[in-house]
């Protein structure tokens, strides 16, 4: 859930918090911040991803006759 509020409001909303700004990649030229992209969408892409599989198995997981969950 954090990943959704951190893409959200400082990713998409106000664009200029990035994945790798503090890591001595600024935005401030056109390479740097179409890398800072890429990476935000592949940050984006795997939270979607690992929401799916949790939401997957915790559904296998609730089908089970006795199983705690």
């Known amino acids: 859930m954090g990943a959704f509020f951190d893409g959200i ?8 918090h ?8 600024a935005a401030d030229t056109l390479s740097n911040l179409e890398l800072n ?3 935000n969408g592949m940050f984006h892409a795997c939270t979607y991803i690992f929401t799916a599989l ?3 198995l915790l559904g296998r997981r609730t089908r089970k006759p006795h199983g705690f969950w």
């Not at 409001?9 to 200029?16: C, E, K, S, T």
């Not at 990035?18 to 990649?25: A, L, P, Y």
């Open 9 to 16: 409001a400082l990713h998409q909303i106000p664009p200029w």
């Open 18 to 25: 990035h994945v790798v700004t503090s890591d001595g990649c």
């Open 37 to 39: 992209m890429t990476l």
């Open 54 to 56: 949790r939401l997957l």
